[in-house]
């Protein structure tokens, strides 16, 4: 049974960093798109961010863009979510997500992702 697992998450004062990791097992995702999303309490879920195959090619929600950065490496079937500069309004749940049967193009919306994690809690303290 294919999976995604995240881990990384926890509370952390406003100006701080985290790094979030996502493992898959189960199968490689090392050939598929990958994707970090978040939701906080009472809202929709949200792109974060995604990278191709490679991590050559990256989106970064605006909301997050210079502060957060996407990579991966292929060898761990492992991709990373490196947060800076955080803030009390990026508190979330952050998932991870593959899309295994998709496109070469990089997706923003839910629907595009076949395989999702549990999620992590990131907590940010003003």
């Known amino acids: 049974q294919a999976q995604l697992v995240e881990s990384g998450g926890g509370l952390v004062q406003a100006g701080g960093s985290l790094r979030l990791s996502c493992t898959g097992s189960?199968?490689?995702?090392?050939?598929?798109?990958m994707a970090w999303f978040r939701q906080a309490p009472g809202k929709e879920r949200e792109f974060v961010a995604a990278?191709?195959?490679?991590?050559?090619?990256?989106l970064v929600a605006d909301s997050v863009k210079g502060r957060f950065t996407v990579l991966r490496d292929n060898a761990k079937n492992t991709i990373y979510l490196q947060m800076n500069d955080l803030k009390p309004e990026d508190t979330a749940v952050y998932y991870c997500?593959?899309?295994?049967?998709?496109?070469?193009?990089?997706?923003?919306?839910?629907?595009?992702?076949?395989?999702w994690g549990q999620g992590t809690q990131v907590t940010v303290s003003s």
């Open positions: 997500a593959a899309d295994v049967i998709g496109g070469t193009e990089l997706g923003t919306t839910k629907l595009r992702y076949d395989y």
């Open positions: 189960g199968r490689t995702f090392d050939s598929v798109i």
């Open positions: 990278i191709n195959w490679s991590g050559r090619n990256k």
